[in-house]
């Protein structure tokens, strides 16, 4: 099997959103992207917007049918970064749309990925976090994936031995430490990649997971995934000196 063809453009580093007073920042950037290779990743950590997310009067109406899942959510920090995911994703999804933020409609799919409802249709959406990270992608141009982790997680907690064949356990294990956790976050992040928890409890939500393998091989100690319906692009980017994030783009995915 070929590995995944690079993508027409590489992928740029993810853009960083200050905060809620950063609602007006990265927005025009971002469109440009989209613009220029009809995508756009968006990143933040949470702590900036806990006061403002706990006072906003207009938190309810932006989350809308999301409101009563922010009300259950227990933990306060929780909650915190469940209110900005919504908030990023629907500011993100609107620079893609060009449309008002209060218009977007966030769903879930069939596979656990968010999705865009009504006026979404064409636009693709990602989520991923880990810690107080939260990355949020976009694409005109077909599927697009996230995966976020801390940059010095021990690659032999990303993904356990017992999830890979012998053949790629063994490619992996062969390779530097730093190259051996790209490659576990590429197969993280593509869409054929097994689920999988971190075991320091920085597991991933519904909007981050995927599920078994279909179709993988290792050659000259690189793992490649390829779904049947065609191949996928990976890029790895380093996040504030913390974080690692994984962003894959592919083929344009059913409607569901």
Request: proline share 10%.
């Amino acid at each position: 099997m070929a590995p995944a063809r690079p993508a027409a453009h590489a992928p740029a580093p993810p853009l960083y959103l200050q905060g809620p007073e950063g609602l007006e920042g990265p927005w025009d950037e971002a469109g440009d992207r989209l613009e220029d290779t009809g995508r756009a990743v968006v990143c933040t950590t949470w702590g900036p917007w806990l006061t403002a997310v706990l006072l906003d009067p207009g938190l309810r109406p932006l989350l809308g049918d999301d409101w009563p899942r922010f009300r259950r959510t227990p933990a306060a920090a929780g909650r915190i970064r469940f209110a900005v995911s919504r908030y990023v994703m629907k500011y993100s999804a609107a620079t893609a749309l060009d449309v008002p933020v209060h218009t977007v409609e966030l769903g879930v799919g069939p596979d656990g990925h968010p999705v865009l409802r009504g006026p979404g249709t064409g636009v693709e959406i990602a989520l991923a976090h880990t810690g107080e990270l939260i990355v949020v992608g976009v694409s005109r141009t077909g599927g697009i994936r996230l995966h976020a982790q801390p940059a010095d997680l021990d690659p032999h907690r990303l993904l356990p031995r017992g999830d890979l064949p012998a053949q790629e356990a063994a490619a992996l294990d062969a390779l530097p430490a730093t190259e051996r956790r790209t490659r576990l976050l590429r197969l993280l992040t593509l869409p054929a990649a097994p689920t999988t928890a971190t075991r320091d409890g920085a597991a991933q939500d519904g909007a981050t997971q995927h599920g078994a393998a279909r179709d993988r091989t290792a050659r000259d100690g690189a793992v490649f995934a390829q779904e049947a319906a065609g191949e996928w692009s990976f890029t790895a980017h380093l996040v504030q000196d913390r974080y690692l994030v994984g962003e894959a783009h592919g083929p344009r995915r059913p409607r569901p």
